[in-house]
């Protein structure tokens, strides 16, 4: 029967169970943070924290305890150089298991398991708490009361100090700012009308001059074109009623006279 028994055998043989745990020991040893199951975990917890507990004295017994359970020379000069260094100020608690979602396929719970002290992130010690709206209200309600303490402050300071000031009446002689109309005396820059003299710029218009272009109408005396009346001088043609002086032919009324007579005859 099973009654009384609290370890948890995790379903391994003794021989199994302790290379397990040697394994998982080293390997969080060198790591300072592994992720395994939450029933390994809680078993793992109290098997390498005694052993922690013995590397904070270094002695040579202590080194073949720890050797005995752990198996691995460099795990324990690890733990005997490094770790217990870290851990030398703090009595017990040396690891930490952080819970996190259940495995695919199996749904076994799965965590980290690591060591505290070499968890710079994760430190509950120098956890910042949370502000609230009530808060940040509160840190601007009174800042503005600091603000207006320091300025009450100046103000009492400024009065306190400001008789010395009515004591100097050199401060008063400071008329001599006053007579600095030499300043004013810049009607000098005044006389810059010379400045005004640029209407050389405003003689530009030579560039209006320009008209030359417009002289161009060269162009339109083109009516030479329009002379072409030359080809309608054309009439010489016309003169062809030379043509007309057929009227030779009409003298051959002669030919026909000159038969009469030869009829005649």
Do not use: W
């Amino acid at each position: 029967m099973r009654h009384r028994k609290a370890n948890n055998n995790l379903k391994r043989k003794s021989s199994h169970r302790k290379s397990m745990l040697a394994n998982m020991s080293c390997s969080l040893l060198m790591h300072k943070r592994i992720k395994t199951t939450l029933a390994k975990a809680k078993v793992l917890k109290r098997f390498i924290e005694p052993i922690i507990t013995r590397s904070k004295s270094d002695t040579t017994h202590n080194r073949r305890i720890a050797f005995r359970y752990l198996r691995q020379k460099d795990a324990v000069t690890e733990l005997f150089s490094i770790v217990s260094d870290k851990v030398a100020d703090r009595p017990g608690g040396y690891t930490r298991i952080i819970k996190l979602s259940n495995r695919f396929g199996d749904g076994a719970e799965v965590c980290f398991i690591e060591l505290v002290d070499f968890n710079e992130i994760y430190n509950v010690s120098e956890t910042k708490a949370k502000r609230t709206r009530r808060s940040r209200r509160s840190e601007k309600s009174n800042n503005v009361e600091n603000v207006k303490t320091e300025k009450d402050t100046l103000k009492d300071s400024s009065n306190a100090e400001a008789p010395k000031v009515e004591d100097a009446p050199k401060a008063e002689e400071a008329p001599k700012a006053e007579e600095a109309p030499k300043a004013e005396e810049a009607p000098k820059a005044e006389e810059a009308p010379k400045a005004e003299e640029a209407p050389k710029a405003e003689e530009a218009p030579k560039v209006e001059e320009a008209p030359k272009a417009e002289e161009a109408p060269k162009v339109e005396e083109a009516p030479k074109a329009e002379e072409a009346p030359k080809a309608e001088e054309a009439p010489k043609a016309e003169e062809a009623p030379k043509a007309e002086e057929a009227p030779k032919a009409e003298e051959a009324p002669k030919a026909e006279d000159n038969k009469k007579e030869d009829s005649t005859t």
